[in-house]
C-alpha cells in the first residue's frame, strides 16, 4: 500500500496539473471504487477549480472553487497517470477515472485492486477518514512532548502505537519499523517507555521523533529524485541479512506484530 512519501510523490506530480485549473471533463468508468461515487459526483465537480492539492496524511484533498472538497485515497494499489497513451486497450481496464483539466492536461486514476475511493465534502464540513487523524509526522506539531503525551500510560508494543492513526497521521508499516532502526528502539518494546512516570519526554522519545522525520524525508527525496534501489531499506523486507548499522554484526528479524511482518535487528534495537 501506497505510504506517506509515495501519496507526497503523487500529490507533487498533481499538483502543476490541476492545482488553479478547472474540471472540463469528468469521465467515471464505472459506479465504485472501494465504495460508489457520491450522488452526481461528476456533475459537481465539471466546471469547478481544483483551488489546491493536499496532503493529509494519507489522504489528497482537493479544495474546490464550489466550496466542496474532494477527498481521494489510493488504497492498495490505486496511482495517479497523466496524459498516458494507451496502446492497448486491455491496459486501460483499470482506468476507472478520468479528469480532463483545463491545463489541457489528462489525469487517469488507475486502480486494480479498486480499494481506493474519491468522496465530496460539503463546505465547512470535516470528512469522517479526516476529523480524527493524529498531527502529521513532518509538521512542528509532531514533537517528542506530543509522542510522550500519546504513549503515557500506554502498554502497547511501540510499533502498534506508531501505526495508530489517531496518535501520528501517516505512518504506515515499511517507514515505521525502518524509522525504529534508525532510533536503535526495538518495536517490541513498550510505548509508555518513551515518556517518564511525570509525563515528559524521554531522550529515546526524541531520538525516535527526529529518525521519523529523517526516514520520512528521505523517502520523499529519493521518490521525488526516482532513485529507486533494490537495496533502499535498512531493516524492511531483509530478513536473515546482516543489519547495515556500522559495526553492529547483527541479522535482521522478522515478527509478526500488530498483524505486520515486522523487520529489525535484535543486536542493535532495544
Not at 502543476?16 to 485549473?21: L, V
Request: with cysteine.
Amino acid at each position: 500500500m501506497p505510504e506517506l512519501p509515495e501519496v507526497e510523490t503523487v500529490r507533487r506530480r498533481l499538483e502543476p496539473a490541476m492545482a488553479g485549473k478547472a474540471f472540463v471533463r469528468v469521465i467515471l468508468n464505472r459506479p465504485d471504487l472501494r465504495t460508489p461515487f457520491p450522488p452526481r459526483f461528476a456533475a459537481r465537480l465539471t466546471g469547478k477549480t481544483a483551488l489546491a492539492v493536499q496532503r493529509r496524511a494519507k489522504y489528497l484533498v482537493v479544495p474546490l472553487s464550489s466550496g466542496e472538497t474532494l477527498v481521494m485515497h489510493l488504497g492498495m494499489s490505486g496511482w495517479f497517470e497523466i496524459d498516458v497513451r494507451r496502446e492497448d486497450p486491455e491496459d486501460a481496464r483499470h482506468d476507472h477515472v478520468i479528469f480532463r483539466m483545463s491545463s489541457r492536461r489528462v489525469v487517469t486514476f488507475n486502480d486494480p485492486r479498486r480499494f481506493g475511493f474519491m468522496d465530496l465534502v460539503a463546505r465547512g464540513a470535516a470528512h469522517p477518514v479526516l476529523s480524527t487523524l493524529g498531527p502529521e509526522p513532518l509538521s512542528p506539531e509532531f514533537d517528542a512532548a506530543a509522542l510522550a503525551k500519546a504513549v503515557t500510560g500506554r502498554k502497547a508494543p511501540l510499533k502498534s502505537l506508531l501505526l495508530d492513526q489517531h496518535v501520528v497521521a501517516g505512518l504506515g508499516n515499511i517507514y515505521v519499523v525502518e524509522a525504529l532502526h534508525v532510533a536503535k528502539l526495538s518495536p517490541e518494546r513498550q510505548a509508555s517507555t518513551m515518556a517518564t512516570r511525570a509525563g515528559a519526554p524521554t531522550d529515546a522519545a526524541r531520538q525516535l521523533v527526529r529518525a521519523i522525520k529523517q526516514v520520512l524525508t528521505e523517502a520523499i527525496d529519493r521518490q521525488s529524485r526516482a532513485t529507486y534501489r533494490t537495496e533502499r531499506f535498512r531493516v524492511y523486507d531483509r530478513e536473515a541479512k546482516r543489519c547495515r548499522r556500522p559495526g553492529c554484526g547483527g541479522t535482521i528479524v522478522r515478527r509478526r506484530l500488530a498483524g505486520r511482518s515486522t523487520f529489525f535487528c535484535s543486536v542493535c534495537q532495544r
